[in-house]
């Protein structure tokens, strides 16, 4: 319970920094995103997922 409040509160930390610093550099991004065909978004977010889950993988390798 306390890896998923952790993650939760990162995840938090990082979306609230990039929206307060730079909400038009978000805006931009999300006007590209847009424009990028769905097969390709489908394809880079799951590759974005196994990503994330070989580095969850690796931190309890390393003993966290």
């Known amino acids: 319970m306390t890896l998923v409040l952790l993650a939760l509160g990162s995840v938090l930390i990082f979306e609230g920094l990039v929206y307060a610093l730079a909400p038009s550099f978000l ?8 424009r990028i ?4 978004l489908r394809q880079l977010c799951a590759l974005a997922v196994v990503a994330g889950l070989i580095l969850v993988w690796l931190a309890f390798q390393l003993g966290f």
């Open 27 to 34: 805006e931009q991004m999300l006007e590209m995103l847009r």
């Open 37 to 40: 065909p769905e097969a390709v």
